[in-house]
């Protein structure tokens, strides 16, 4: 069944951290935003909820940070990095900077950004809807195919945005049908899975996000105090062993977390709770993230392991950019769309911000063990104060235009290589 065409200045198709976000910056720039997701909400996504220091800087301009905290999300104030011959941590509130992360389960988190999303006058939002195919017109984007339960509807609009995670429909239909989206994947190495624990004591982990490399060949694991007095705990290991270590799922987790530097000490006493997630096999992907009249956002666009807990804020900052950048787009409509020449400025800031960390997410991916230049720099950031620092703020993805390392901290590698 097919209905009018309804207008917009934008659809959306993916409703949760990249969509909502992107909503929320067209929204205040008084936009007409139909947002769209086949799922029903409140409802729960793979992640271990890791929300970066540069992440919630864009949570906190999208004025959502203090709702997301009332909710429950835990503001972890440390970061610690633990592997075999480096050990060091940073604060991430000090000197009158307040960079903390932020550490929510999805459940909460997405249906509470899609609230805020749909407080604003100009967002209209359907759940249930999915995108079954686009609207092309002279090989531009000029809108969507959504199919619910009551039949097949048309919307237009001249901007589409894709923020439909890492197996986009945009990105897949656009490529069959116009040769959009050009890709290239990095199959990840490791695989990732995780489960919630209760009973872990403040004084045992505190407001403190916990990585490990390392801690056996290729692994590595993560922990950090979620919503409901719950921690939530990861681990990485080499995907071939999925098979063996799915034959049981929970004790293998306990084992794999417990043969760590630290986390299975943190977790002593505490009980796992609900099931154990996992990913499953992962790429890295990186798509070209602009057509006539349509870019992606978020895993869409560019999707990184999850080792270093990178993709909400990836999803975040790349919605900022588009908050950013969309007035000059919409002075640019030719037709029925946005010229994809109006829209390459989207990949210009998209690739000088975010893909230092899409390639530092490939360069762990593509082995198990670490490579050289990763392992100096854990060497150099374990030696000096101000090293731990600038790696930190890296990791947290604050680091202006990611322009890490810097020359002071490359001698300090060099000077590590040497010791070596
Ligand atoms: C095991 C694991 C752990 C992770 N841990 C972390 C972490 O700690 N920190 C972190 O930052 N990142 C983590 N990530 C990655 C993080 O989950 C993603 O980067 C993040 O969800 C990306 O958000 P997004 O909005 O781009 O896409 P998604 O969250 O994937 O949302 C896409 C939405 O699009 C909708 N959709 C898809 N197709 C259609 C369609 N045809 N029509 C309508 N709607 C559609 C889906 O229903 C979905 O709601 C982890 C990932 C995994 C696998």
Known sequence: MSEPAKDFDAIIVGARVAGSAAAIFLARDGRRVLLIDKDAFPSDRLSTHIVLGGG?????????LEMLERLGGVRFARMRAIGPDFDYGGELARDGADDRGLCLGRVLMDAAMIDAARSFEGVTFRDRLRAIDLRIEDGAVVGIRGEDASGVHEFCAPLTIGADGMHSSVARIASERIGAF????????RAYYYAYFEGVPRKQLGDELVTEFESAPG??????RCENGLTVAATA????????????????LRRYLDRSFAVGKLLEGATMVGRVFSSGLLNNTCRDPVAGGAILLGDAGLHVDPLFGQGHSLALMSA???GELAAGWFSAV?????????????TRRRDAELMPYYKASV????????????????????????AADEMIRFAQMLTPHAAFPSFRFARLMATASRAA
């Open 56 to 64: 919630t800087k864009v949570l906190e301009r999208m004025s959502v």
């Open 182 to 189: 050009k890709r290239i994947d990095v199959p990840c190495a």
């Open 219 to 224: 692994a590595g694991n993560l922990v950090c």
């Open 237 to 252: 290991f080499d995907a071939a062993e999925m098979q063996t270590f799915r034959t049981g799922l929970a004790s293998n």
């Open 320 to 322: 900022s950019i588009v």
């Open 334 to 346: 030719r037709g029925n769309s946005i010229p994809a020449a109006a829209l390459a400025d989207f």
């Open 363 to 386: 360069r762990v991916s593509r082995a198990l063990a670490l490579d050289q230049g990763s392992r100096l720099a854990h060497r150099a950031a374990s030696r000096e104060r101000w």
